[in-house]
C-alpha cells in the first residue's frame, strides 16, 4: 500500500473539500447556532420614521442655534409625542414638543434637545441652553437598515443579536444549512454497551457516547450505529447503513492493528473509494484513516479515546464546521494564552498535542501538562485543553508564553 | 431616592449571592453542558484488569532482561490472547503470548514487549531485541480510576470527554444542578409583536427574541411573558407571573425616563424588595436597575437592544453561571488578543464596552471599533465582541494590544 501519512495542514486542507449537503427554512426561534445558506436582506427601512434617540424635546434645530447657558432659547410647549403613535401635533418655530427616547419625531421638527439641557420655566415655556444642529439626537428612516441591504451574509453562524435583529425586521423563518448528520460506529470484540457489566478483558463503549456529545456541540446530528464486533460483514453492513443515513461516517476502532487493518479492509469493498489520509503526522492520533466514499468522507479513528478527542478537536471540528456551511473568522477559536509551567521536549518529525490543566496564576493563567500512559482516559477529564507543540519547533520552555486550545465548555447543547 | 448606582466590579459581586435552585438526576445522553450538583465518585477500578497498552507479546519480564539487538532473548510462543475474553493460557518462563492494545494481560505475564521489538524465527519463536521492565505497556487495574476516587467534582459543567469517562465507568444518570429558568418581559407602548407590521411610531419586539436566545445559548430555561405595554397594573401582574414561575425575571424596558421609572415603580410594590442596584458605571448599559425580592434576582435591563446585550455579556452571563451552579475556571471566557486600530479616548469615571469587528491581520486579529448613534441594532450583527475601556485608563492607543470578550458564536442550543 503506497504511504499517505500527511502532516496537520494537509488533513485540512483536503478536508476543507466537503461541504454542506442542503438547506431548509426554519423559525428563528428554532435557529441558534444554524448557518445561513443565504445572505439575508433587510426587507424594508428600519426604523423607518425619524425616531428620537433621546427623552428631551422636538425642536426646529434652528430655534436654538446661538441657544448657551448664559444666553438660552426660549421655546413654546406646545404637546407631547405619546409612545407608538404617530404624533398629531406639528412643531411650528419657536415651540417644542416633549418626546421619549424612541419616540416618533412629529412634523416640523427636525432635532431633539436632551432633557439635560432643557429647564421648564413654566407649564407652557422651556428654556434650551444648548444649540443642536439638524437631525442630532434623530434617528432617520433608513439608518439602521436601509430596504435591501444585506443584513447577515450567507456563511454567518446565528448568534443571539442575530437573532433580534431579523425579529427587529420581521423576519420570522431563514434559511440555513442543514445540520450535518453523522454515523458513529464503535469497533472492537472486547466493547460491551455501556448498560453491561464487563466480564475481566472487557471494557465498556466509551467512544460512542463522546462522539455523539462532540456531534451535539458542535451543532451535528448523531446518528449512533451502536457497536460492532471486529467482524468483517457486520462492520461492512453498518458502514453501508451510515453512507446511507448519514453525511459522514466515523468509525472508533478498537485500537489493535487488527481492527485498524478490518477498518481498511471494509474501506476497500467500495467501488467508489478513495483513501485520502492513512495516518497523521501527529501525536496522539496518528492511526487515522480518511477516505471518501462517493461525496462523503468517511473516518477511521483511533480506539484509545484520548487520541480520538485530539483527532476530534484538531480536525473534526473544522470538518463540521465546514459541513455545517460555517465561514467563521478563523484565529478566533476558543483559545487562551498561559504560561508554560515547565520544559517541553519536542518529539521531531510530528505535531504533539499535549493535554494541559489551566490554572490561574495571578492575573493570568498556568498551562500544566498531564502526562499519562497511553490509553488512560483520566487525564481527559483533567485538561482543560490541548497545547500544540508543532513538529518544526525546537521544544518549550518553562516561562513560555503559550496558546492553549480551550476545550469547549458549551452549554445548551443537550436539549 | 438613595444613591445606588454601582461600578461593575461591585455588580458582579452583587450577583455572586444568587446560586442554583436545586438538582435533579439525568441520564448522561442528556447531560451535556449540564452542571454536576454532587462529586462523582468511580463505583469500580477501571480498567479493572491488567491491560495491555501496546500491540506486542506479553512475556515475563525477567525472560527479556539483557536482550539487544545483537544478543536477543528467544521465546517461545504459547498462544494468543482473544480480545475481549480472559486469556485461558498461562506464561511459563521462557514463553511468549501475542496481545494487541486493550487486550488482557495472561497469567504469569508482567509486560508486553512492542512489535516493533519482537522478530517471529517461525510459527513457534520469537527473538526479542529489547529488555523490559516489569509491567511496561501495562495499565494496571486501577490506573485509570480506583475505586471511590473523585472523577467529577461539584460544579464542573459537562463536556463530550466527561460523559465518554461516565460511560465507560458504568455510570449512566448523574445529578445536575437545574437549568435557571429566567422569566422574559418586553415593555413599551411602542413595541408590536414579531408578526405584526409596525405602525409609524412602532417598533417589532426585539429584546424577547434576543435575551431568549441569550438564555439558551447560556444553558437556561427562557420563558417568554411577552409584551406589557406601560401599564402600571399589567406590569406588576406580569412580574409577579414571572416570580411565580422562574428563577429570575428580565424586564427590558422602553428606553424613556417613564418606563424605567415604572419598572422601579413596580419593583417597589413588592414588601420584600430590597433595591441592590439603580445605575451600573458602565457605558452602554448605565440605566440598569437590580433588585431582590425574596431570593430571586429582578432585572429592568436597558431599552437599547445594543445595551441589554452588552448588560447581557458583562453581568446575566456570569450571573446565569452562578444560578446554573458553575464553578468556572475564571478567565478562560472567550476573549481573544488583538491589535486595535485607532485610538480610543477614554470617558472618565465610567466602563465603556465599544463593539469592535475583528479583521484577521498577517497572523493575528486587528480589533476595529464599531461606532453609530444610540440605538442603531446594525452595529450588533456587525461586531464580533466587545472591548472595555477601563474608568481608570486614559485611553488606548492604535497599534495597542487588547482583549476582546468574543461573543460566544454557540451551536447545539437550538434543540
Known amino acids: 500500500m503506497f504511504f499517505k501519512v500527511k502532516t496537520s495542514e494537509e488533513v485540512l486542507e483536503i478536508l476543507k473539500g466537503f461541504g454542506p449537503?442542503?438547506?431548509?427554512?426554519?423559525?428563528?426561534?428554532?435557529?441558534?447556532?444554524?448557518?445561513?445558506?443565504?445572505?439575508v436582506l433587510a426587507p424594508e427601512n428600519l426604523p423607518g420614521f425619524y425616531r428620537s434617540s433621546m427623552d428631551g424635546y422636538a425642536v426646529r434645530a434652528k430655534d436654538t442655534f446661538g441657544a448657551t447657558e448664559s444666553l438660552p432659547a426660549l421655546l413654546d410647549l406646545t404637546g407631547e409625542v405619546i409612545m407608538g403613535q404617530r404624533p398629531d401635533i406639528i412643531v411650528r418655530p419657536g415651540t417644542a414638543v416633549k418626546i421619549s427616547t424612541g419616540g416618533m419625531l412629529p412634523e416640523g421638527a427636525d432635532g431633539v434637545v436632551m432633557l439635560e439641557y432643557s429647564h421648564p420655566?413654566?407649564?407652557?415655556?422651556?428654556?434650551?441652553?444648548?444649540?443642536?444642529?439638524?437631525?442630532e439626537n434623530v434617528i432617520q428612516p433608513d439608518d439602521d437598515f436601509k430596504k435591501g441591504?444585506?443584513?447577515?451574509?450567507?456563511?454567518?453562524?446565528?448568534?443571539?443579536?442575530?437573532?433580534?435583529?431579523?425579529s427587529g425586521l420581521g423576519i420570522s423563518r431563514v434559511s440555513v444549512f442543514q445540520r450535518p448528520k453523522v454515523a458513529i460506529i464503535s469497533t472492537g470484540d472486547e466493547v460491551v454497551p455501556i448498560d453491561q457489566r464487563p466480564e475481566p478483558g472487557q471494557v465498556r463503549d466509551i467512544n460512542s457516547y463522546t462522539l455523539s456529545a462532540f456531534c451535539r456541540q458542535a451543532g451535528a446530528e448523531p446518528i449512533n450505529l451502536g457497536l460492532c464486533g471486529d467482524n468483517f460483514e457486520q462492520l461492512k453492513d453498518t458502514v453501508k447503513q451510515g453512507l446511507d443515513?448519514?453525511?459522514?461516517?466515523?468509525?472508533?476502532?478498537?485500537?489493535s492493528v487488527g481492527t485498524r487493518?478490518?477498518?481498511?479492509k471494509v474501506f476497500e469493498t467500495f467501488d467508489n473509494m478513495e483513501l485520502l489520509v492513512h495516518g497523521i503526522s501527529i501525536s496522539p492520533g496518528k492511526p487515522t484513516i480518511i477516505a471518501k466514499i462517493g461525496s462523503r468522507a468517511i473516518f477511521g479513528l483511533p480506539g484509545h479515546t484520548a487520541s480520538a478527542m485530539v483527532v476530534a478537536e484538531v480536525f473534526l471540528a473544522p470538518f463540521l464546521a465546514g459541513l455545517s456551511g460555517e465561514r467563521a473568522l478563523s484565529g478566533t477559536s476558543y483559545e487562551v494564552e498561559a504560561e508554560l509551567s515547565r520544559n517541553i521536549e519536542s518529539a521531531s518529525g510530528r505535531d504533539d498535542y499535549l493535554r494541559v490543566r489551566l490554572e490561574?496564576?495571578?492575573d493570568g493563567l498556568m498551562a500544566e501538562p498531564i502526562f499519562g500512559k497511553s490509553g488512560l482516559i483520566s487525564t481527559?477529564?483533567?485538561?482543560?485543553?490541548?497545547?500544540?507543540v508543532d513538529r518544526n519547533t525546537e521544544g518549550l520552555y518553562q516561562g513560555q508564553k503559550v496558546r492553549v486550545m480551550v476545550f469547549n465548555p458549551i452549554k445548551g447543547g443537550s436539549g
Chains 1, 2 share one sequence.
Open 245 to 255: 443515513r448519514a453525511d459522514t461516517v466515523w468509525i472508533s476502532g478498537g485500537s
Open 21 to 39: 449537503s442542503g438547506d431548509e427554512k426554519i423559525s428563528i426561534e428554532l435557529a441558534l447556532g444554524r448557518t445561513l445558506s443565504r445572505d
Open 380 to 388: 481527559l477529564v483533567e485538561a482543560h485543553g490541548l497545547l500544540r
Open 261 to 264: 487493518d478490518l477498518t481498511l
Open 360 to 362: 490561574k496564576k495571578g
Open 121 to 135: 420655566l413654566d407649564e407652557k415655556t422651556i428654556e434650551i441652553s444648548h444649540a443642536i444642529s439638524p437631525l
Open 149 to 166: 441591504k444585506t443584513v447577515l451574509e450567507k456563511g454567518h453562524t446565528l448568534r443571539p443579536q442575530d437573532l433580534g435583529v431579523m
